[in-house]
């Protein structure tokens, strides 16, 4: 069964770190590029950062770059997402995204359930 | 960035109608353009990419049409479980952008 599915979240103040995982499974994950994408609280979906299949190219929304960092262990079919100096205005569900292509060029064609950080005082 | 208009924001709708969502771009992005479906708690799903392909498993009452800067979402006869709020996303240019989303409800 493909399926991707993130964990890591929680309440945490503002300026703290947080690290959030994404396990896949049933598919092979060194041959597909991957995102993150959120969703605050009765808005839209914002995308946030993608890393290449290898691992060698990645890119961030302005939002968070320099904050936050993409990154891959193929070896454990694993993405993270380390979140730094966290804002009240990143709270929203974290969702971890499969792109079609190796290098993150494509659709998103699998997402997981979500995982839910909250920046609060 | 480039920036994406997606209307109507909010469309109410009875079972058996046909609808049509649109998505304007600010910039030519020829065919590199998704629709997902987004419902409460549940993990978005890619309904169409390269604007019109039919992604696997999708149902044949979805399509999509455009190029460069306007595309459309149709949906041919409205089922229930097709209640629900749709993004389109552009993957041409970084950073990827999502439209503000449409939210089907019924009449």
């Known amino acids: 069964q493909v399926q991707v599915v993130e964990s890591g979240g929680g309440v945490v103040q503002p300026g703290r770190s947080l690290r959030l995982s994404c396990a896949a499974s049933g598919f092979t994950f060194s041959s597909h590029g991957m995102h993150w994408v959120r969703q605050a609280p009765g808005k839209g979906l914002e995308w946030v950062a993608v890393i290449s299949n290898d691992g060698s190219k990645n890119y961030y929304a302005d939002s968070v770059k320099g904050r936050f960092t993409i990154s891959r262990d193929n070896s454990k079919s694993t993405l993270y997402l380390q979140m730094n100096s966290l804002r009240v205005d990143d709270t929203a569900v974290y969702y971890c995204?499969?792109?079609?292509?190796?290098?993150?060029?494509?659709?998103?064609?699998?997402w997981g359930q979500g995982s839910m950080v909250t920046v609060s005082s | 960035a480039i920036w994406m208009t997606q209307s109507p924001s909010l469309l109410s709708a009875s079972t058996g109608d046909r609808v049509t969502i649109t998505c304007r771009l600010s910039?030519?992005?020829?065919?590199?353009l998704a629709w997902y479906q987004k419902k409460p708690g549940k993990a978005p799903e890619l309904l169409i990419y390269?604007?019109?392909t039919l992604q696997s498993g999708v149902p044949s009452r979805f399509s999509g049409s455009g190029s460069g800067t306007d595309f459309s979402l149709t949906i041919s006869r409205l089922q229930s479980e097709d209640f629900a709020t749709y993004y389109c996303q552009q993957y041409y240019f970084f950073p990827r952008t999502f439209g503000q989303g449409t939210k089907v409800e019924i009449k």
């Open positions: 390269a604007a019109s």
């Open positions: 910039e030519g992005i020829s065919n590199y």
């Open positions: 995204a499969k792109d079609r292509s190796g290098l993150g060029i494509d659709a998103f064609d699998m």
